[in-house]
């Protein structure tokens, strides 16, 4: 060994030897405790309430920086597959729990709560181009979405004799979607069934980019995602046998948007909750969501809802 590597090698054990155990320990004490004061909120789930729940991290974070956090969109179903495996703290959803996820997260040990934060219209839209849709009717998206519609009505003239003969293309959110269930039981009769044969996706951007670039395109989603790109899409009046409504905050409130209306969901585990940063979250959550609903182009509650909302988030916490 050369003198030089020889003399840096001995150095290195005289300083390792010099550390003190009382030092290691006091550092690792300290490490700890920066650990423990910077708290992790993790969420996932639906894309429809993602833009509420961002923009809530957003305005959280900016009051709280010393609690990160996370939000996904893997989709409601998605995003209920790691909450009741205990991955994540909240669950996004723009539909209530199915039994089969409650079994998942009482196979898992999981309790929870849910809050309703918003309510929601889909947009049915197409390009702005398309100059022969002024509205459509429950019975004709059935006959465009249902499962014997795949591989056979494939045409706009086949839905209405004077449209163009020209092909139907189809854009919806993807089977983990909570807009899926609810749009094929609204609109089909039976949660689920949905023709395959059309561009699925689980974030919304993907199919307002379709929609936008294809003539020829009709497609659904939350109506915050239409207000945030009415500039290149067309929204479409829905008939539900009474007259054709467009979705907006009156008509989604009173109902006469039906049936498209829709509240919007988020789930907390309980165990979650009972930390500090989770708790401090859901509170801010519950009292900001009114005002942050509006701007991100979703209906929020009435006064008197947010409360209620409210209070059931104090009692709950009583329980814990």
Same mark, same amino acid.
């Given at each position: 060994?050369?003198?030089?590597?020889?003399? $840096?090698?001995?150095?290195?054990?005289?300083?390792?030897?010099?550390?003190?155990?009382?030092?290691?320990?006091?550092?690792?004490?300290?490490? &700890?405790?920066?650990?423990?004061?910077?708290?992790?909120?993790?969420?996932? !789930?639906?894309?429809?309430?993602?833009?509420?729940? *961002? %923009?809530?991290?957003?305005?959280?974070?900016?009051?709280?920086?010393? $609690?990160?956090?996370?939000?996904?969109?893997? !989709?409601?179903?998605? !995003? =209920?597959?790691?909450?009741?495996?205990?991955?994540?703290?909240? &669950?996004? /959803?723009?539909?209530?729990?199915?039994?089969?996820?409650?079994?998942?997260?009482?196979?898992?040990?999981?309790?929870?709560?849910? #809050?309703?934060?918003?309510?929601?219209?889909?947009?049915?839209?197409?390009?702005?181009?398309?100059?022969?849709?002024?509205?459509?009717?429950?019975?004709?998206?059935?006959?465009?979405?249902?499962?014997?519609?795949?591989?056979?009505?494939?045409?706009?003239?086949?839905?209405?004799?004077?449209?163009?003969?020209?092909?139907?293309?189809?854009?919806?959110?993807?089977?983990?979607?909570?807009? #899926?269930?609810?749009?094929?039981? /609204?609109?089909?009769?039976?949660?689920?069934?949905?023709?395959?044969?059309?561009?699925?996706? @689980?974030?919304?951007?993907?199919?307002?980019?379709?929609? %936008?670039?294809?003539?020829?395109?009709?497609? +659904? +989603?939350?109506? %915050?995602?239409? @207000?945030?790109?009415?500039?290149?899409?067309?929204?479409?009046?829905? &008939?539900?046998?009474?007259?054709?409504?467009?979705?907006?905050? *009156?008509?989604?409130?009173?109902?006469?948007?039906?049936?498209?209306?829709?509240?919007?969901?988020?789930?907390?585990?309980?165990?979650?909750?009972?930390?500090?940063?989770?708790?401090?979250?859901?509170?801010?959550?519950?009292?900001? /969501?009114?005002?942050?609903?509006?701007?991100?182009?979703?209906?929020?509650?009435?006064?008197?809802?947010?409360? %209620?909302?409210? @209070?059931?988030? *104090?009692? =709950?916490?009583?329980?814990?």
């Amino acid at each position: 060994m050369k003198k030089g590597a020889l003399f $840096i090698a001995i150095s290195f054990i005289l300083v390792a030897c010099s550390t003190s155990p009382n030092t290691d320990m006091a550092n690792e004490e300290t490490s &700890n405790r920066e650990v423990e004061s910077i708290g992790q909120v993790s969420i996932d !789930g639906s894309s429809t309430v993602f833009p509420v729940t *961002e %923009a809530v991290a957003e305005e959280f974070y900016a009051v709280n920086p010393d $609690i990160k956090v996370t939000v996904g969109l893997s !989709g409601t179903g998605g !995003g =209920f597959k790691k909450f009741c495996r205990g991955e994540t703290d909240v &669950n996004d /959803a723009s539909r209530p729990i199915k039994e089969t996820e409650i079994e998942l997260c009482d196979s898992s040990g999981i309790d929870y709560v849910d #809050f309703t934060v918003a309510y929601d219209g889909l947009a049915v839209i197409v390009h702005p181009d398309n100059d022969w849709v002024d509205e459509l009717t429950v019975a004709e998206l059935k006959m465009m979405w249902e499962p014997d519609a795949q591989g056979e009505i494939t045409k706009w003239n086949q839905i209405r004799d004077e449209w163009p003969d020209e092909e139907l293309s189809l854009y919806g959110p993807g089977t983990a979607s909570g807009t #899926f269930d609810y749009f094929t039981e /609204a609109i089909v009769g039976e949660e689920g069934a949905s023709r395959g044969d059309y561009t699925a996706s @689980e974030d919304d951007n993907v199919l307002v980019q379709g929609v %936008a670039s294809d003539k020829y395109a009709l497609g +659904f +989603f939350g109506l %915050a995602y239409y @207000e945030e790109n009415k500039d290149k899409l067309s929204l479409v009046p829905v &008939n539900n046998g009474d007259e054709a409504v467009l979705p907006s905050e *009156e008509t989604v409130k009173n109902g006469t948007y039906s049936p498209l209306s829709r509240p919007l969901f988020i789930y907390l585990n309980d165990q979650a909750l009972a930390r500090e940063d989770a708790a401090e979250f859901t509170q801010f959550y519950l009292e900001t /969501a009114g005002e942050l609903v509006s701007e991100v182009g979703y209906i929020p509650l009435t006064d008197e809802e947010y409360a %209620a909302e409210m @209070e059931k988030y *104090e009692t =709950f916490l009583e329980t814990l």
